[in-house]
Each structure stands twice: as structure tokens, then as C-alpha cells.
């Protein structure tokens, strides 16, 4: 079973906002973040006018080298209050409101505007279904103060396969239900590598129903908000050159990727070899006479040794600048952060693939090995507090666009198949908890270590008609009746019209 590398929640944060920020700028300068030597960070929000929010970290800031290297063992526990991986004690900068649009402007050819989350319906249903939430105003008011959150490897899809029950239980949010109304969800995943956009083309395609990049979350999307704190950066890991146009497309001005690096110095990575191709679609420049100013791993490496030797070669520099060596690795040491944590991922294999926390243990453990210090990071990511609050916003958003109410329902479900991310994660977010055994979880009547508060079901259709029986009632029925006539179902509307 695939597990994840959490560890305790080690430190205490700060709950005064101003205690928060106050130790978060500390931080930032005692930890080197500061973009050139001398220059503040600018903390979002001092000013209420930034366009992110800090969240406070939920652990202390030393890495998780040394319990690793003398204990691989990786069983998360929520009895020790495990669930968070982070860091510095100091923030996590998140969007403070929902992403632009500019990453998911989405029209029909003739101009009009899709509706976001929404199939095609013809104008006729409208009205019938305007006539029955007229009529059921409690059921109505109910459907619009709950919410889903969709974990999607093992819930939804295997891969590119569908899991049948997972297009029928999007169908019946979509407005498949008695109520002819779309019930919010949004996407929360730990997956990375490609910008929102074609990922979400990617499963309304899978899905047969519409995935739109305002309701999806990735482990790097939270991490566009780093683009106001840093303008060089080195982005890690995925296929090819895509995380640089995912960071690009954040608002990044200046992305630079380990290709680059080799492109201008070869010998910076004995081992690898530079096929003409790759040089072709780098963008070397004497990187001697230029600052990285923090280090992003967005998602897995595709080459380890070339990657943890450019990393380590920054993190051991003077405030990111290739060909030096820092006379103090910590006070003269650039950020570096990490889209999520897990140790672990399942795949096609029989056993589940080594993944991003593998090789940030790794990183740390040769960093300590190097310096003698532990390395400082910052990992993004379920279960890290960040992307739930950052789930919130996006939430909060999403409702506005579905039903023109700016507000966080109040009934979240989370529904998962893994209970150290998914479940955990939600359970300490005071969500409602569902965990599905399509994927990653296989054991007994609930997870021991992390179990699911709301149940644990067969796959994601049982999890989410449970919830909408709890909230709208056993009664509650999962198909919109084309045929149904408001005015004999029961309601004072008797003026409703037939349609
Ligand atoms: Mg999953």
C-alpha cells in the first residue's frame, strides 16, 4: 500500500495573524529567502492589498533526513498526530481568491459562454427545473450548502481508464438528480506535471463531464502564489519542458529548468547525456552571473542524479549563483519547496513506485551528509493545511459561478482512497470523510490508522449518494424526471406552469 513520509507536528504555530506574518518575515530572512541579500520579502496581506494569503506551516522546519536514515519505515499515524510535512514554522502562500481566468477562458465558437461544470441543457428542462426548486425550497437550500471534493487516481479514473461509477456520480452533481441541480465539487489531487488546462481537457474527455480548471486543484497550483515572491526560478521534474510552461503560465517571470543549466555547462552533469533535441528547446545563458532565486520541484524527476546535483550545487551556493560556494549554507542558502509529499504512488506495477517525498528524503539526507545542517523545505500538497485552505477559495468561488452565491457551504465530503493523504487531510480540515476501495486502500472495515469519518464504500457512486441522502434526505432520488409535472408534486406554487 502506498504510504506517505508525514511526520509529527513537531512545532506549535503561531495563531495570531500578526504573530503568524511577524514569524513568518523572520523566518524568511533567517532561512534566506530573500530574493537578493539586503531585499525584504513582501509579506501578501500586510498590506490587504497582495494577491495571496499565508498560511502558517503545521511542523517544525527540520527535515526528515536523519529519522529516514536510520528508519525507513513510512507509516503514517493520525494517533501521533501526523499529517503535515512542513517547515520553516514559517508560511505557505496560497492564492488569495480563486486563479484568473485566464487559464481556463472557455467560449463557444460563436462568443457565448459555456457554463462552467455544467452540461449542455436544452431550454425547456431549465424552466421545468426552475419550477421545481421554486417548489422545494428547503431541499434547494440544503443542495447548495454542501460540497465534494474528488480525489481522482483510484476515485474517479485508474489512470486513462473511467471508473464506471465515477462518470454516474459526476452525472447526478452535474444535475442528473430530483432536483435538477448542480451540486458543487471540485477536483483536489496530488498530481502534477502539466498545466490545468489540458489536464482538465483531459478528463472531461475521461469523464464525460465537464471538468473545468476553476474547480481543479493539482499539487502545484497552489504554488502560483510564489510567483510574487520569486522572479528566477529553478523549476523541477516532469516530462520534457511542460512544468516550465505550467510555471510560466502562474505568472513566473524568469523559469529556468535543470536543461538549461546543462545546455550552458555540460560538466555540470557528468552523467547525463544531452540529446541535440533537448539542446535545441533550452535556453542556456552564463548562469555564473545570475541569482536563482529559489528552487520549485513541481513534479517527479525523470533524471535523479542530474537533478539532486544541480539542486545540491544551488543549495550549497552563494544565494543561488552557480560556481560559488557559500561560506554559511544556511543564512546564504535559497528556498527550495516541493509540490507534495508523497513517498510512495501506485502505478501499473505490482507495487507502487518510489515518487516525490522519495526523492526529497533522499535530497535531504545528502544535503545533511554535505553540510552537516538540515536542509529547510516546504512541501505543498494533500495533506498539507495550505491546499485545503486553498480548496476553500476555490470552493467558495466555485458556488458563485455555479449559483451566484459567494460562500462556503458548510458540508464538505472529501471522498478518497487514501487514507494518508486524502482522509487525513480531510479529517484534520473538519471535512467529512469518505474513503472508496477502488484504489489504494484494500483493508477491512475502515483504515486503522487515519479512518474515514463519514464511512468507507464501495467506490465513489455509494460515497456520494450516502451524502446526499444525509444532507437532502433518504427520500432523495438520483434522476431528474423529465416528465414530471411541478404543480401535482406538492407545492404552494400553485400558479407553476407546465411546460
Ligand atoms: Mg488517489
Known amino acids: 500500500m502506498p504510504a506517505f513520509d508525514d511526520s509529527d507536528f513537531g ?56 529519522k529516514y536514515m536510520h528508519n525507513l519505515s513510512v507509516s503514517p499515524s493520525q494517533k501521533d498526530r501526523r ?36 452540461p ?19 431541499k434547494v437550500k440544503a443542495a447548495k450548502n454542501m460540497a465534494f471534493a474528488f480525489d481522482i487516481d483510484g476515485v474517479l479514473v485508474h489512470g486513462d481508464r473511467l471508473i464506471p461509477e465515477g462518470k454516474r456520480a459526476l452525472d447526478i452533481l452535474n444535475g442528473d438528480n430530483e432536483l435538477g441541480i448542480k451540486i458543487p465539487h471540485i477536483f ?13 481537457e483531459q478528463l472531461t474527455q475521461i469523464l464525460g463531464n465537464p471538468v473545468n480548471t476553476e474547480q481543479f486543484i493539482q499539487s502545484h497550483t497552489p504554488m502560483s502564489a510564489l510567483a510574487e515572491y520569486y522572479k528566477t526560478v529553478l523549476v523541477v521534474g516532469g516530462v520534457g519542458y511542460r512544468c516550465r510552461e505550467v510555471a510560466e503560465q502562474y505568472g513566473f517571470k524568469d523559469v529556468v529548468v535543470p536543461n538549461d543549466i546543462i545546455a550552458w555547462d555540460p560538466t555540470i552533469a557528468p552523467y547525463r547525456e544531452f540529446t541535440q533535441q533537448e539542446a535545441a528547446m533550452s535556453r542556456p545563458r552564463d548562469f555564473s552571473k545570475c541569482n536563482i532565486d529559489a528552487i520549485l520541484v513541481f513534479s517527479d524527476s525523470r533524471d535523479y542524479a542530474t537533478d539532486i546535483q544541480i539542486i545540491m550545487d544551488l543549495l550549497v551556493s552563494e544565494n543561488g549563483r552557480f560556481y560559488t560556494k557559500a561560506k554559511d549554507p544556511v543564512s546564504q542558502r ?17 507495487t507502487p513506485r518510489l515518487s516525490q517525498g522519495a526523492f526529497r528524503i533522499g535530497l ?29 477559495e476555490v470552493m467558495t468561488s466555485w458556488m458563485e459561478q455555479l449559483h451566484g452565491e459567494e460562500k462556503l457551504p458548510e458540508n464538505i465530503y472529501m471522498v478518497g ?11 484534520m480540515y473538519g471535512w467529512n470523510t469518505c474513503l472508496v476501495r477502488t484504489g489504494v486502500f484494500q483493508g477491512g472495515d475502515n483504515d486503522e490508522n ?26 432523495f432520488k438520483m434522476h431528474f424526471d423529465e416528465t414530471i409535472n411541478p404543480v401535482l408534486h406538492g407545492g404552494e406554487n400553485d400558479n407553476a406552469a407546465v411546460v
Open 11 to 66: 512545532v506549535q504555530a503561531p495563531t495570531d495573524a500578526n504573530q503568524i506574518r511577524k514569524q513568518a518575515s523572520n523566518n524568511a530572512m533567517a532561512d534566506g529567502m530573500a530574493a537578493s541579500p539586503g531585499s525584504n520579502i513582501p509579506i501578501p496581506g500586510d498590506d490587504g492589498h497582495g494577491s495571496a494569503v499565508e498560511v502558517p506551516a503545521t511542523r517544525s522546519s527540520i527535515s526528515e533526513a536523519s
Open 83 to 118: 499529517g503535515s510535512r512542513n517547515s520553516f514554522g514559517a508560511s505557505l502562500p496560497i492564492p488569495r481568491s480563486k486563479r484568473q481566468s485566464r487559464l481556463s477562458v472557455v467560449n463557444h465558437a460563436d462568443g457565448r459562454p459555456t457554463r462552467p461544470g455544467m
Open 120 to 138: 449542455p441543457i436544452q431550454p425547456t428542462r431549465e424552466i421545468l427545473v426552475s419550477q421545481v426548486q421554486t417548489i422545494e425550497v428547503q
Open 188 to 200: 483536489l489531487t496530488n498530481g502534477s506535471g502539466k498545466p490545468e488546462k489540458p489536464r482538465c
Open 334 to 350: 535559497i528556498p527550495i519547496y516541493f509540490s507534495q509529499g508523497d513517498l510512495l504512488c501506485p502505478t501499473e506495477h505490482w
Open 364 to 392: 535531504e539526507a545528502m544535503y545533511r551528509a554535505m553540510t552537516g545542517v538540515d536542509l529547510e523545505r516546504v512541501v505543498y500538497g494533500k495533506p498539507e493545511l495550505a491546499t485545503y485552505k486553498y480548496a476553500d
Open 417 to 427: 482512497d487514501n487514507p494518508a493523504s486524502d482522509i487525513i487531510g480531510g479529517n
Open 450 to 475: 487515519n479512518p474515514a469519518n463519514f464511512g468507507v464504500f464501495a467506490n465513489v457512486l455509494d460515497a456520494v449518494q450516502a451524502a446526499l441522502k444525509k444532507q437532502l434526505g433518504d427520500d
